[in-house]
């Protein structure tokens, strides 16, 4: 031991496989290889949009310039395009790399603070990854058999950098009362962050909350509603200074140019996405309304999946996959055991995932 401590290039390797046993410790975010032909289901894409949509997007050519040059510093002209689209100030608005790259930002803040964040139960499994993976302490807050948050439990809890709740809710995909997290927003002196991933499908908005409040963040993509997920652009709404903040410790080009072009074209299609999202909604009710005769619990969706509880629910994952059908099983999260969560298909997909369903059911009888 002694000949190790004296020797310096030993010390470091002491230092290091510490730091990688605890790293190795913190659990990964899972996710499905696909192989094969298989209708994905699995990561809450929008499958509704017509080729139109995609073909018009793409109908631009890209200049030597537009990648032979670093992109603009954090997105400037992006930015404000994207502010004047959403009747927001330049200040109020910026561009990450896709919603996850913001949660990334937003907890780095509490690297600064007490170094913990406070999530509610069940949730997007990847916020507490990437807060462990931080070094953060990570609190967490369950809802009750009703889906809803314990308010006073939330405002009682102390030293609290970072509030995470996500809205409409992933993976249950409901809908948390803004009032009461107006109650939770007014009584902490966190920094409240809304994960607003599929806000279009829900017909509501948190934006009325920023003009009021300093401390809620408000974080949105384009991997969802507007059927973007490969071009990895999402943003994050705020204060002016909360939105400084972010611009400060963001790297200066976080997002390749291609993207930023394709996403501002995407903002003049708009008309796709509304009928996109129609389409969804009829399709998620009838298949909610299906869902209820087969299964034990279908939880109630305002997004364009349906998460529901079944029993042999790993089987059923199974059998699904080997017919074409890759859906996401929630057995690692402890807070949905039992559950399939699935993106909500065009209905002739859909039709043929609930035939498929029901007779994978029947044969498990
Ligand atoms: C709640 C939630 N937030 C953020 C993301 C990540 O979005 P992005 O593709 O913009 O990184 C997802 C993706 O599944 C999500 O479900």
Redesign the pocket.
């Known amino acids: 031991l002694s000949h190790n401590l004296n020797n310096p290039t030993s010390r470091t390797l002491n230092l290091m496989s510490k730091i990688i046993e605890k790293l190795c410790r913190i659990e990964s975010y899972e996710e499905p290889e696909v192989k094969g032909q298989v209708y994905r289901l699995h ?2 894409e929008n499958l509704h949009l017509p080729d139109d949509y995609y073909y018009k997007l793409l109908d631009i050519k890209l200049s030597i310039d537009d990648v032979k040059y670093y992109t603009e510093p954090l997105n400037k002209s992006f930015n404000k395009l994207l502010a004047n689209f959403l009747n927001l100030h330049e200040n109020q608005v910026f561009t ?8 990334r930002l937003i907890l780095q803040l509490s690297l600064h603070g007490y170094k913990k964040v406070l999530i509610i139960e069940p ?2 499994g ?2 507490k990854i990437l807060a462990k993976v931080m070094n953060l302490n990570v609190d967490t807050a369950v809802v009750n058999d009703k889906l809803e948050i314990d308010i006073d439990d939330i405002t009682e809890r102390r030293d609290v950098d970072v509030i995470y709740i ?1 809205n409409p ?3 249950t995909g409901h809908f948390f009362n803004i009032s009461n997290l107006e109650k939770i927003i007014t009584n902490v002196d966190s920094l409240i962050v809304i ?1 607003e ?2 806000i279009e499908f829900s017909g509501k908005d948190h934006i009325p909350l920023i003009h009021k409040y300093d401390n809620v963040v408000l ?6 509603a507007w059927g973007l ?1 490969g071009l ?3 943003y994050v709404l705020g204060s002016e200074k909360i939105i400084q903040i972010l611009k400060k410790i963001s790297l200066p080009h976080n997002i390749p140019y291609p993207s930023i072009i394709y996403v501002s074209k995407a903002l003049k299609l708009k008309n796709y996405v509304e009928e996109s999202i129609r389409s969804i909604i009829q399709v998620r009710e009838f298949m909610i309304r299906e869902l209820k005769s087969m299964v034990d619990y279908v939880y109630p969706s305002v997004t364009n999946f349906i998460t529901f509880k079944i029993s042999n629910a790993e089987i059923v994952w199974k059998k699904l996959l080997e017919r074409g059908f890759l859906t996401r099983i929630l057995n690692n999260n402890p807070y949905c055991k039992d559950c399939i969560r699935v993106t909500v298909p065009p209905l002739s997909i859909a039709k043929v995932f609930l035939t498929t369903l029901r007779q994978i059911l029947e044969e498990l009888r």
């Open positions: 990561f809450n990450t790399c896709g919603a996850d790259e913001a949660l949730t997007y990847l916020v996500c809710n992933n993976p994960d991933a599929y974080i949105r993509t384009f991997s969802k997920a990895r652009v999402g």
